[in-house]
Antibody, heavy 121, light 107 residues
Framework: EVQLVESGGGLVQPGRSMRVSCAASGFTFDDYAMHWVRQAPGKGLEWVSGISWNSGGIAYADSVKGRFSISRDNAKNSLYLQMNSLRPEDTALYYC??????????????WGQGTTVTVSS | DIQMTQSPSSLSASVGDRVTISCRASQSISTYLNWYQQKPGKAPKLLLYAASSLQSGVPSRFSGSGSGTDFTLTISSLQPEDFATYYCQQSYNTPCSFGQGTKLEIK
């Protein structure tokens, strides 16, 4: 079964850092791009960042550029999002998603259940 | 950045109705357009990719069309399980933007 399981969310103060992780199983992880998508409470979907199969292609939303960093470890079938200088507006459910191609210019065909990040003092 | 605009933002319809949701891109995105369905408390699900290709396991009552800047998602005969929020998303260029969503409700 193809599965993505996020972890590492929680409550963090503004200005602090947090890293969320995603464990993938059931598919050949290093064949596919991966993404992070977030959804603030009661709001729509916002693409956050994407990384190609070999980490050669990486992109960020303007709202997180310079603060967030995406990475992957193909040996561990894992995806990460390092979030620095967190702001209250970063509060959201963060989904790990699998692209349906090796590059980041494809849609997302598998989604995890998400991990909640709350930025508040 | 490419902006994606969906219309309508919400829609009321009955079981058996034919429903159309539109999505417009602020510049041409060829057919790099994907549609997702999200039910309350659940993760989104990919319905269609490349504007008109049906994802495996998705019922054939869902179809998509369009290229360039204008796209359409059509549900040919609404079923009770189709009441949800629908999002379009462009994957032509980064940032890979989503539309604001269309909430489909029961009339």
């Amino acid at each position: 079964e193809v599965q993505l399981v996020e972890s590492g969310g929680g409550l963090v103060q503004p200005g602090r850092s947090m890293r969320v992780s995603c464990a993938a199983s059931g598919f050949t992880f290093d064949d596919y791009a991966m993404h992070w998508v977030r959804q603030a409470p009661g709001k729509g979907l916002e693409w956050v960042s994407g990384i190609s199969w070999n980490s050669g292609g990486i992109a960020y939303a303007d709202s997180v550029k310079g603060r967030f960093s995406i990475s992957r470890d193909n040996a561990k079938n894992s995806l990460y999002l390092q979030m620095n200088s967190l702001r209250p507006e970063d509060t959201a459910l963060y989904y790990c998603t699998k692209g349906y191609g090796s590059g980041i210019f494809y849609g997302m065909d598998v989604w995890g259940q998400g991990t909640t990040v709350t930025v508040s003092s | 950045d490419i902006q994606m605009t969906q219309s309508p933002s919400s829609l009321s319809a009955s079981v058996g109705d034919r429903v159309t949701i539109s999505c417009r891109a602020s510049q041409s995105i060829s057919t790099y357009l994907n549609w997702y369905q999200q039910k309350p408390g659940k993760a989104p699900k990919l319905l269609l990719y490349a504007a008109s290709s049906l994802q495996s396991g998705v019922p054939s009552r869902f179809s998509g069309s369009g290229s360039g800047t204008d796209f359409t998602l059509t549900i040919s005969s609404l079923q009770p399980e189709d009441f949800a929020t629908y999002y379009c998303q462009q994957s032509y260029n980064t940032p890979c933007s989503f539309g604001q969503g269309t909430k489909l409700e029961i009339k």
